[in-house]
């Protein structure tokens, strides 16, 4: 296989969508590769940007800070994970910090870069916008089974932990 099929096959599987070789050209100069390295900070929670960030290689871990020098572990982010999709979209403040576990690469985009490509390109900005309402609404449905097992938990315990 080609390296250009393998980067067809790639941005295929990373929209859920087909796409063609232009479109595959498009997502190649309007994507940026970033190199992280252990311990990393990608983003910091309450810090704002309007980048999207899509891990493509690696271990990203997804901490809010729990007061004091404590942190809660949320979610590991493995290859094909979206990250800053609100910030992306609306330029909100990130509400946790993500920080490489070892040696990852994610791929960025930067909302300018996207707006950019509206005109020229409407199917293919709708379709990686397609792939953020996914990768957000798969976050609120893991949060919502996370809620009714926690609820169910503290009902069946009377409230006691």
């Known amino acids: 296989m080609s390296d250009v099929q393998k980067f067809i096959n790639t941005c295929t599987t990373m929209l ?7 479109e595959c050209d498009l997502l ?4 940026q590769l970033r190199k992280l390295a252990v311990d990393e900070v990608l983003l910091r929670e309450g810090e704002k940007d ?14 809010r800070d729990a007061g004091g020098d404590e942190h809660v572990t949320l979610q590991h982010l493995k290859p094909g994970d979206i990250a800053g999709a609100m910030g992306f ?9 993500l ?6 690469h994610v791929l ?19 379709k990686i916008m397609k ?9 609120m449905l893991q949060m919502n089974r996370q809620f009714v097992e926690m609820n169910n938990y503290i009902m069946k315990e009377h409230g006691r932990y």
């Not at 930067?110 to 509206?118: K, P």
Request: net charge negative.
């Open 131 to 139: 792939m953020i309402v996914r990768s957000v609404h798969k976050t």
């Open 50 to 63: 309007d980048t999207l960030y899509i891990v493509i290689e690696g271990d990203v871990i997804v901490t």
């Open 89 to 97: 979209i609306d330029g909100s403040s990130h509400s946790a910090t």
């Open 16 to 22: 859920n969508e087909n796409i063609n070789e232009q």
């Open 28 to 31: 190649s100069s309007a994507f």
């Open 108 to 126: 960025e985009l930067h909302r300018d870069v996207l707006e950019g490509m509206i005109d020229a390109h409407p199917q293919l900005v709708y």
């Open 99 to 104: 920080s490489a576990t070892r040696a990852s």
